[in-house]
């Protein structure tokens, strides 16, 4: 039987919401995801932090859901997840989708991203969906690719 893999996470809250998930939350659906150790700080942002770094580290000028940045070539895997609450809560409401699932959804899609995953042509997106969607159904939660509105 293969061992579960180490996670380091620290969490940090830099913004408000209406629901935030807990550090546990966060943990359960980082732990999901992982297929190898992890040492990651995921923080939690407010729009204009969220919009900074996306315009510093990819030069666009707005915020997005969930920024992930990898360090290449550690032991154990390292890198950063920025989570940004008010895209997260307006995608929710826009989307038809429970808050509290579609945040375990952007954990476990930068927790993907982080390993590698990635949706640049329809081949990766298709792959990188479907465990998307498997993982969110091990959680008990719906299928994150279907609009409900």
């Known amino acids: 039987m293969s061992q579960p893999h180490k996670l ?3 969490v940090q809250y830099a913004s408000g919401g209406k629901q935030l998930p807990t550090r546990q939350q966060f943990r359960r659906w980082v732990k999901a995801a992982l297929q190898q150790d992890l040492q990651c700080t995921l923080r939690v ?3 204009s932090e969220g919009r900074q770094l996306n315009r510093d580290y990819r030069g666009k000028d707005y915020a997005t859901n969930v920024l992930t940045f990898v360090y290449a070539d550690t032991v154990p895997l390292s890198g950063d997840i920025v989570i940004c609450v008010p895209v997260v809560e ?3 409401r826009e989307q038809g989708k429970e808050l509290l699932a579609h945040f375990a959804h952007m954990t476990l899609h930068s927790v993907l991203h982080l390993q590698g995953y990635d949706h640049e042509n329809e081949a990766e997106a298709g792959r990188m969906e479907a465990l998307e969607t498997a993982l969110m159904a ?3 939660y719906p299928a994150p690719y279907v609009v409900n509105n």
């Open 8 to 10: 380091s996470l620290s």
């Open 45 to 47: 942002v407010d729009e």
């Open 90 to 92: 307006r995608e929710s």
């Open 138 to 140: 091990k959680l008990g």
